[in-house]
C-alpha cells in the first residue's frame, strides 16, 4: 500500500510536530484541519494549529516513573521504580549502595527483565 501524500504545513512549527504523530494520529490531524478549514471557515495556519492541539491532546500523559540502577558496596545491583531521584537516591543510601544511574525504563524492562517485573515494597 502506497503511503499517503498530504500537502504541506502551513505552520513551521506545525510541521514539526507533525513529524511526531503515528500514521493514525496524522489522518486524524489532516481531518481535523480539513473540517476546521473548510466548514468552520478557519485560516489553514489556524485550523492547523488547533488540530495539533486536538490530537496531542488525546495522547496519554507519561507517567513520570523513572527507573535507577543501584550499584550496591559487594558489586550487585538493584533496581528501583521512584518517582524522583531524591527518592531513589535514600534507598540507595538506605541499601549501602555506591553508585545510582537513571536508565531508560523500556529498555530495562525488556533487556533485564525479559518484558514483566514484579514489583515489591521496601518496607
Known amino acids: 500500500m502506497t503511503a499517503p501524500t498530504y500537502a504541506p504545513i502551513a505552520d513551521p512549527r506545525v510541521a514539526v510536530l507533525v513529524t511526531w504523530l503515528s500514521e493514525t494520529e496524522r ?4 481531518e481535523s484541519a480539513g473540517i476546521r478549514q473548510y466548514d468552520g471557515l ?3 495556519d489556524e485550523a492547523e494549529r488547533q488540530a495539533i492541539l486536538d490530537v496531542l491532546a488525546r495522547r ?3 507517567c513520570g ?4 540502577r543501584l550499584t550496591l558496596a559487594d558489586g550487585s545491583c ?3 521504580l521512584a518517582n524522583d531521584l531524591s527518592a531513589a537516591l535514600a ?3 538506605d541499601l ?3 553508585d545510582i544511574a537513571e536508565e531508560p525504563a523500556d529498555d530495562v524492562l525488556k533487556q533485564q527483565f525479559g518484558g514483566l517485573a514484579f514489583l515489591a515494597t521496601t518496607a
Do not use: D, S, T
Request: aromatic share 18%; proline share 9%.
Open 27 to 30: 489522518e486524524g490531524f489532516e
Open 42 to 44: 478557519l485560516a489553514k
Open 60 to 62: 496519554p500523559r507519561p
Open 65 to 68: 516513573l523513572r527507573v535507577f
Open 78 to 80: 538493584q533496581w528501583v
Open 91 to 93: 534507598c540507595l543510601y
Open 96 to 98: 549501602g549502595g555506591i
